[in-house]
């Protein structure tokens, strides 16, 4: 849990709207290698987490397909645990499970730190103060405390975990949002529409959301790597997803027991987090940089 | 400044106001009645005495007369004791302190010296080979989570090379914890100090003191150097916060004797009075270190206005 | 044989509300000749040179709570205090009762006063005498009406204590309570100095003044305990060969939680010796010739599992069955424990203690048959489609959650979908009791542990109202009851037999293995004299460092 989300500056061009711009985007984005590698890394993890039973050589949850702490072989690619089950397939399985934590986690910090941050910066006045104050006051409790606490409340399970590192993750929302409104609020057209007398609700989200729309994909796509890291290191800290769930973070913390005598049970869902992780931050970059003007002009 | 210097300091006081009101409810928001999980060790507990504590924590009582007991014992030093045991809860998170500090120090260390150099020369060398690298580093380095990195340093390190110690919470066994922690932020640190030397690079400024005919060297320590900083030092504060928060995880693989691992014990033995405790002291260190550090920044960069 | 020691685990206060069973106990002692040894020690090998002195380093996985033994009573806490107090009485190590700060002890004819004579010439660590008005002070500290000891109960039902001369001190009980005599031999009932009085809050916490073998240096929470060596120490009932002080000079007590990092300590010489090495790498242990294994025997200690009865389905024998069918134990025990570190166990009360017999056990317990738990499932109405939905609980640590993974993937093939939930074990005590008492919710079972010496445990476990609230029916009232009346042992076995068919037939408690809890230490070869005593009580009186 101690990566960060770097928040992209303000000045981020509009999300291209029509067809043929969609597809000049889309050749940006990919012109750069990283996008390249990051896209075809998601694009490999949501195939095998769709697939997973097809993929998967056995049953990710029974015991004894092979025996116990056997190295990878070409019948276990990445051997077995202290139980017996195929490590691989338990990795594969436990794609979905991350993807999931991931997607959520992202949902809801998204959605509480989009709308804080709009209502704050459109409403301004003491709205803006007490709430964007808020914010303030959770940023600087950091993700890693906002995750425990809201643990230790709720208990250790998956779901908590997922629902904890959301919650943490919403000031960064919040901000860039904040950020965004202010800047759009100042801009002629949004002048214009509001001297013709457009309603609020209007004004935000026909006018303001479609213009704030591609910052808040940037940290949203770095955000699902950062969620994924710390609902992992949650697992890992035993918070997160119990047994026999294949979350890789748990596979990890179980591993950690005999990672002397059976080092591939801690290798492979390290490498499988760190390797999903690398996708969304390499597709997140191609994203800023195809996003902003600044960083194409330069 | 004087006036900035206020405004931050109240905003500090405000965050640590806060976080009081947000331990006192905790102990609301568990499910389940939590005297009775406290007091679990103590089967023999009678409901008489299970009413009796409940009293004595006052939890009978109206939430803000709760909230102001609370609070006057603490500003009174006064944590409540651990639920096993019976201690003192600040003398046990104030032990483990210093430790926890150390580790966030050096890490911090780390950190900056290793991402401010490898930003550094990525944006010098920008295009180059040196450049693809160090940020190929960068992205894989923010991308490895850092339990799988310290097992792994571990694994090489202590287990295969006999290097360090693996155990204890001394000095020699500073450096693989505080690298661990040190690496994972460094990645994301040049990366921001790459960036933020790009625009540094492309300055009028700087063509001017080429055009001058300064050596390049000089351009690059007088001018650029010294003004990318500018924005990298702006980032102490946040990447300290990021050192406490990547603490807690970094402890509990290395067995650091911070708070971090006291708060995961805490955690798993439903000791609330030391999660309380622990909340309450991590968001007063990360808040008075914050204002340090960004008073520090805004008395070495004249540039900031304050308002 | 039969007989064992008790050994006292985390929240052995539980276990020790009734103590009749030890009073039966010391009856037993006398009329067992042939008793076993219960201890594992190393002796010095010929030709090597054990010199005296140095420091012994000893990492455990966690702290201890408080040193003040009425404040704690988690097996890393007692396993200290041990060092610094003493008690009056001690077992040796074929378990019997002897004298040890008390030179001789007396039990009035009624049963309700029990006399000690204690040794002369005795000083605490700080230099002050010890004599019976630190006994007093101990006592009365034990059972203060505002904040008694945790192990209250123990203490059983104390009218007064009176100092009838300095060597000398009287307990008066209000009814017979045979039981106190071998309770004075455990560790929570260490003898405290009066001069803690004057510590306040301070005692157990930075200071602890005691008679026992090591003596309080500091305490680093969280980090390390050190001890140094009471030079004056003389050995009046510990089950050790030095007459005198340690030989060593200090014995520090830090605390590793990963196994695998105190295995590595171990291994690089940094720790000399640790509890609870990796169960998975003992054979790495066993191979390697600076490292040596003790594995801690009859130590009484009983894992099976419990349900809650309070609602559907496991208050219908029929679901309870169907989970002990369902189970395949053995298999389970392959995959959670190295060979011959568990065994398989048939009866509510552990092998070693009294009244064990796996041949009449055996009669009664389930063996593995999935058909038959499916059909029993089906029976109440489970398919498929509808598998029943259940809540698996059980405490951290020594493999165990390992043993109820097993289980639970056992569990599914017959349709009981089982989660799993882990907790700290003080906390499982609460929610079991917790569960016990509701009534809607689903269905929760778990996976528990005691230690006891004696077969008196299933009283405290089920006789109503039982430890948890659990299963409770006046006919096993009426059995268990019989258990503490009757005094001859062939009779009293008999009994004993009774409860335990009553619980296995009717799948009140599923007995699964033993021991499986702290049992496992590892040492540098270099440490001579190391001995886990009767109980799980590692002493260190004999210990050289070569």
Known sequence: MTQQITTPTPPVAPLPSKNREFRRFLQVLFRSPGAKIGGVILLVTTIVAIFAPAIAPFDPLEMGVGSTLQPPSAEHWFGTDDFGRDLFSRIVYGSRLTLRIGLVAVFISMTAGVLLGMVAGYAGGWVEAVLMRGVDVLFSFTETLIALAAVAVLGPSLTNATIAVGISSIPFYARVTYGAVLVEKNKEYFKAAQAVGAKHFRLIFRHILPNILSPIIVVATVGVSVAVLSASALSFLGLGAQPPSPEWGAILAAGRDYFRRAPWVTTFPGLAIAITVLGFNLLGDGLREALDPQQRRS | ?307 | MFWQFKLTKRTAQRQRRSLLGVALTAILVSACGNNQQTTTTTSPSPGTTATEGGTLIWARYGDADSLDPHRTTTTLSWQIFDQIYDTLLAFNDSGEIVPNLAREWQVSDDGTEVTFVLNEGMTCHDGTPFDANDVKYTADRAIDSQNPSVTRGAWGPIEAVDVVDPQTVRFRFQSPFAAFVSFMADPFASMICDSNQELGDQFGVSQAVGTGPWQLVSWTRGDEIVLDKNPDYVRYGRPVQNEGAAYLDRLVVRQIPEAQTRLAGLQTGEVQLIVNPPLDDLDAIRGNSNLELHVAENTGQNFFFEFTVSRPPFNDIRARQAVAYAIDIDAALRVAFDEGLVERERCPISRGVFGNDQEFCGQYSYEHNPDRARQLLAEMGYSANRPMEVILMTSTGDNRERMVQVFQSQLAQVGINAKIETMDIGTLNARVKQENERTSGISTFDMMDWAWFDPDILYQLWHSPGAYSGYQSPELDKLLERTRTTVDATQRREAVNDVMEYLLSNAVHIPLYTPGSLWVYATRSQVQGFKIGPFNRPVFNDVRLQ
């Open chain 2, 1 to 307: 400044m004087t006036r900035y210097f206020i405004k931050r300091l109240l905003g500090g006081l405000f965050t640590i106001w806060i976080t009081t009101i947000a331990v006192t409810l905790l102990i609301h928001l568990v499910p389940g009645d939590p005297v009775q999980i406290m007091y679990a060790q103590s089967q023999s507990t009678t409901p008489e005495q299970i009413e009796q504590i409940r009293r004595n924590l006052g939890l009978d009582r109206p939430i803000y007369e709760q909230y102001i007991m609370y609070m006057g014992r603490v500003l009174q030093g006064d944590f409540g004791t651990t639920i096993r045991g019976n201690q003192p809860v600040l003398d046990l998170l104030l032990v483990r302190l210093p430790n926890t500090l150390l580790l966030a120090v050096t890490s911090l260390i780390i950190t900056m010296v290793v991402g401010v150099t490898a930003g550094f020369f990525a944006a010098y060398k920008r295009g180059t080979w040196i450049d693809t690298t160090l940020m190929t580093g960068a992205i894989v380095g923010i991308s490895v989570p850092s339990f799988w990195l310290g097992l792994m340093l571990i694994s090489i390190f202590s287990v295969r090379l006999g290097w360090f110690p693996v155990s204890g919470t001394n000095l020699n066994n500073l450096v693989l914890p505080a690298l661990t922690l040190g690496l994972a932020n460094a990645a994301s640190v040049s990366r921001l100090t790459r960036s933020s030397m790009l625009d540094v690079l492309s300055q009028d400024y700087m063509r001017t003191a080429r055009a001058k005919g300064l050596a390049e060297t000089l351009v690059l320590s007088r001018h650029a150097f010294r003004n990318g900083m500018i924005n990298v030092v702006n980032m102490l504060g946040l990447q300290f916060t990021y050192m406490m928060g990547g603490a807690i995880v970094v402890e509990n693989v290395f067995a650091w004797n911070g708070i971090g691992r006291l708060a995961i014990q805490s955690i798993f033995q439903r000791d609330y009075p030391t999660i309380q405790g622990f909340i309450l002291i991590f968001a007063t260190v990360v808040v008075i270190v914050s204002i340090v550090l960004d008073l520090l920044y805004a008395w070495i960069d004249p540039r900031i206005t304050y308002n």
